[in-house]
């Protein structure tokens, strides 16, 4: 309703600004947060760093990691998801590529060959994805190892 209302129907918009909101990663970021090692902000605060400059400085560097790993799995959802863009995109010119993969399903037909290698080709964009932000998540793995 509220999408239709602001007109985002069909637009990318739609598509893109209602998954950066998504309750699996707030909640996550929240745990995340609160879990975030004190004796890190006590020894920035000791230095002289206001609030700010604590979290600019200490807590963000220190979780390009968590970032990098809830951007990629939010991506992942967003990527494969299909009932979302099916309800706002209704046009063929709007289609996602998992819209586009279930054409190749009809009740008559299963088109495999072609349905497979669209299907490895809608991989691609994860697997480059996966490559580029690879540092940070292992990053942010050996990270979460560390005890205080």
């Given at each position: 309703?509220?999408?239709?209302?602001?007109?985002?129907?069909?637009?990318?918009?739609?598509?893109?600004?209602?998954?950066?909101?998504?309750?699996?990663?707030?909640?996550?970021?929240?745990?995340?947060?609160?879990?975030?090692?004190?004796?890190l902000?006590?020894?920035?605060?000791?230095?002289?760093?206001?609030?700010?400059?604590?979290?600019?400085?200490?807590?963000?560097?220190?979780?390009?990691g968590?970032?990098?790993a809830?951007?990629?799995?939010?991506?992942?959802g967003?990527?494969?998801?299909?009932?979302w863009?099916?309800?706002?995109?209704?046009?063929?010119?709007?289609?996602?590529?998992?819209?586009?993969?279930?054409?190749?399903?009809?009740?008559?037909?299963?088109?495999?060959?072609?349905?497979f290698?669209?299907?490895?080709?809608?991989?691609?964009?994860?697997?480059?994805?996966?490559?580029?932000?690879?540092?940070?998540?292992?990053?942010?793995?050996?990270?979460?190892?560390?005890s205080?």
């Amino acid at each position: 309703m509220l999408v239709s209302t602001l007109g985002w129907v069909s637009t990318l918009r739609g598509l893109i600004i209602p998954g950066l909101f998504q309750a699996f990663a707030t909640f996550l970021f929240r745990q995340y947060f609160l879990n975030f090692p004190r004796a890190l902000e006590e020894a920035a605060q000791l230095d002289g760093t206001g609030y700010w400059g604590t979290f600019w400085r200490v807590v963000v560097p220190n979780s390009k990691g968590f970032v990098a790993a809830i951007g990629t799995i939010t991506f992942i959802g967003s990527w494969n998801a299909f009932l979302w863009p099916l309800v706002i995109a209704p046009d063929q010119n709007s289609w996602t590529v998992q819209i586009a993969l279930s054409t190749f399903l009809t009740a008559q037909t299963i088109n495999l060959p072609q349905l497979f290698l669209a299907a490895g080709i809608a991989i691609l964009p994860l697997v480059v994805m996966f490559v580029f932000l690879q540092r940070w998540i292992v990053e942010g793995v050996e990270r979460s190892g560390i005890s205080e």
